[in-house]
């Protein structure tokens, strides 16, 4: 890529492999390795994730802060034994920065008592989308391989687990430059998608929504300009096709709201419902 790498590092060969067709529920063995002279990790394992039973999904996100506090989250990821894990986005300060992605997945999938084993990077599967400090760069999008196709691969997807539907969107152009053709084909592919998972109740009850920026909180980040841009073009979508639940990061605390829809001005106060059965519910983390 020309672009978003980060004009003060060196340049990176990223390498990504698609193992397909495997079963659900099902425990896979492999090393990763290669070059010349070659050298081999140890060999690891990964379990895919059940295709239906009771699921354990863990969420983190902003991870930008110490080595010692990544891998304690994710020391408890891997004790809780989470079948997955879905990141809200700002992994790192500066989304061009190869150097800090390498701190950061280092210190997630190096046992801090083990050298040599996986934490959960490597084991887990991580499904990320990208907050404000990612700036669209390069460098996360090589990273990852995270669902979503289009014009805009990987800024936007969605997928089936057990009774629910996941959908994964990338608020930045969104909250940044709504007139954008990125934007208009953004919020066209998620009205398509929650309409169809709505009409989907029978096979998946649940709707679960993760984007970046808090859509309704009280904290730092509640009336800014970007936050209230963003809430008013999601929240009338997810009023329209009644998602379930909305899981944000960007304000570094943790808030969980009564049901809420849309109040008359979109990006205005909300209006509490009496049930979830009304309204949406809004967890920052």
Not at 17 to 29: P, S
Not at 103 to 132: C, H, R, Y
Not at 197 to 217: E, F, K, Q, S
Request: hydrophobic share 35%; proline share 5%.
């Amino acid at each position: 890529p020309s672009i978003g790498l980060g004009g003060k590092e060196p340049e990176t060969y990223m390498h990504e492999v698609h193992v397909c067709g495997l079963t659900a529920g099902t425990k896979y063995y492999y090393q990763v390795g290669g070059g010349s002279p070659e050298v081999w990790s140890a060999v690891q394992s990964f379990t895919t994730v059940p295709k239906s039973g009771k699921l354990r999904i863990g969420i983190s996100g902003d991870a930008r802060d110490r080595v010692e506090t990544w891998q304690l989250v994710q020391s408890r990821m891997r004790d809780a034994a989470v079948h997955m894990q879905l990141f809200s986005g700002d992994l790192v300060f500066v989304g061009q920065l190869q150097s800090l992605y390498r701190e950061w997945i280092d210190a997630a999938w190096k046992d801090p008592n083990d050298a040599s084993k996986f934490l959960t990077f490597g084991q887990q599967l991580f499904v990320p989308v990208a907050g404000n400090h990612e700036n669209e760069a390069a460098r996360f999008y090589a990273a990852f391989a995270m669902p979503g196709d289009g014009d805009y691969p990987e800024t936007y997807g969605s997928f089936d687990v057990g009774n629910t539907h996941f959908v994964m969107f990338d608020d930045q152009p969104l909250a940044l430059a709504q007139e954008s053709a990125q934007a208009k084909a953004s919020l066209a592919w998620l009205s398509a998608d929650l309409e169809k998972a709505d009409a989907d109740r029978a096979a998946h009850p649940y709707i679960v929504v993760l984007n970046h920026r808090g859509v309704y909180t009280t904290s730092l980040h509640a009336t800014d300009g970007d936050v209230l841009l963003t809430r008013s073009s999601l929240a009338p979508l997810f009023d329209k096709h009644h998602v379930d639940l909305v899981m944000n990061g960007h304000e570094h605390e943790y808030e969980r709201s009564k049901p809420l829809k849309a109040g008359a001005t979109p990006s205005g106060e909300p209006q509490i419902q009496p049930s979830a059965a009304n309204g949406t519910v809004y967890r920052d983390r």
